[in-house]
């Protein structure tokens, strides 16, 4: 693994993580999330973030060290942003490799290095706005809580112009040998947005209007490059990602974006029929429609386009006197994650007795939607029915169109 140099005394670090395991326990990544760090070289040594012990992650960032005559030996000062383990893990590890080394985090991040590493020595709270002298380049931290913990900072070198913004304006998949933004062809950044906006919806949501405030606060840098902890590093564009996350943002107040996402699921074919007509309906109105099966595919992919579509057509049959059960989950992720603002129409099949409706409409109390007169049917629909879910669609799509 090689270094790859931002500015002359900036250094990106980082390890392609390669695995099974679930982000954070829970979210598939099937194409791999990067780990990044940043050294930054004055008469002193600055190592931002650190990794996990994960995928091989610390050889590979000491590999990318070794290759410009640096190890994590040489390091003067931790920069911890941020605490979640991605960054963190190998705290320890890294203290018995390198115990002069000074641990520098905001105050709430400094009680977690104690209580999650059981560290007591070496360490340093840095207020917002305090600034650390390398001899050479300078950073300066600024805290922006919940971003994505509460004791999350970011920090800044103002002499390149970088950003290093920990799990702000990161991203899902790995990246392989290149790490900038003008590295990659317009498809890989299709992949990396994509990718984005699940790490976003999945990671970050439920804290959107901390990220507006987080891009107020930076919003007077002179930002070149902005440096976050995951994914592609944008030193062409940085304003792109900035302005991809204030948007995303966005979507937790509304409005988000003119499309409709569809989740259903079904037991027999019945409720599936329901969704087939819904789907023609919306098609014949020319609204982009995103289209997802539950449990056949990890929530997250749902999640994401729900977040970014102003309606949601949500079909499920009733099964037990209740909800299809993986739709009961979804509902659950959605609270959790502010799924707020949307418009929705609810359909689903029922065999001899209904209940999903008095489920569902427990599990969406705090959810701030706009429903529209939700459909029932009793086993197969019939012709008629199917028609007027056809045009339940058509209406559908232009209450999104309007
Ligand atoms: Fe990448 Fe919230 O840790």
């Known amino acids: 693994m090689k270094a790859h140099k931002i500015a002359g005394s900036v250094v990106c670090v980082y390890a392609n993580v390669e695995s099974t395991d679930l982000f954070e326990?829970?979210?598939?990544?099937?194409?791999?999330?990067?780990?990044?760090?940043?050294?930054?070289q004055g008469k002193k040594t600055a190592l931002i973030d650190l990794i996990r012990d994960w995928s091989e992650a610390p050889k590979q960032v000491e590999s990318a060290l070794a290759s410009i005559g640096s190890g994590f030996d040489k390091i003067d000062y931790l920069v911890l942003n941020h605490l979640e383990p991605d960054h963190t893990g190998w705290l320890?590890?890294?203290?018995?490799?390198?115990?002069?080394?000074?641990?520098?985090?905001t105050a709430k991040g400094i009680n977690l290095v104690k209580t999650f590493y059981k560290e007591e020595q070496g360490l340093r709270a840095v207020k917002d706005g305090e600034k650390l002298d390398l001899g050479g380049p300078e950073l300066v931290f600024f805290e922006t809580p919940n971003i994505h913990w509460p004791e999350t900072m970011m920090t800044w070198e103002p002499q390149s112009g970088t950003l290093f913004s920990c799990d702000g304006f990161g991203s899902f998949g790995s990246l392989g040998s290149r790490v900038f933004d003008d590295e990659f062809n317009p498809e890989e950044h299709a992949f990396y947005e994509a990718e984005g906006l699940r790490y976003y919806a999945s990671i970050?949501?439920?804290?959107?209007?901390?990220?507006?405030?987080?891009?107020?606060?930076i919003a007077s840098l002179d930002i070149k490059c902005v440096a976050p902890s995951h994914g592609i590093v944008w030193r062409e564009k940085p304003q792109t990602i900035i302005d991809r996350y204030r948007r995303y943002a966005g979507y937790s107040t509304g409005p988000a974006e003119k499309e409709i996402t569809v989740i259903w699921g079904s037991m027999y074919g019945n409720t599936w029929q329901g969704v087939d007509a819904v789907i023609r309906g919306i098609k014949a109105e020319g609204v982009p429609c995103h289209v997802h099966r539950i449990p056949d595919e990890d929530p997250s992919y749902s999640l994401a386009d729900a977040f970014r579509s102003s309606a949601l057509v949500l079909a499920m049959p009733t099964y037990e006197y209740a909800m299809f059960p993986p739709m009961a989950y979804v509902l659950d992720i959605f609270r959790r994650k502010h799924i707020f603002?949307?418009?929705?129409?609810?359909?689903?099949?029922?065999?001899?007795?209904?209940?999903?409706?008095?489920?569902?409409?427990?599990a969406i109390e705090t959810l701030k939607w706009e429903s529209v007169p939700s459909m029932e049917w009793a086993g197969a629909p019939t012709g008629q029915e199917l028609a007027v879910l056809e045009e339940r669609g058509r209406e559908l799509a232009r209450i999104v169109k309007a």
């Open 25 to 40: 326990g829970i979210w598939p990544i099937p194409r791999g999330v990067s780990l990044n760090c940043y050294l930054v």
């Open 92 to 105: 320890r590890e890294f203290r018995k490799i390198n115990p002069h080394a000074e641990i520098l985090a």
């Open 204 to 217: 970050i949501s439920s804290f959107s209007s901390f990220v507006s405030r987080g891009i107020d606060k």
């Open 341 to 362: 603002g949307k418009t929705v129409f609810r359909i689903g099949s029922w065999g001899w007795a209904g209940g999903a409706k008095r489920e569902y409409e427990a």
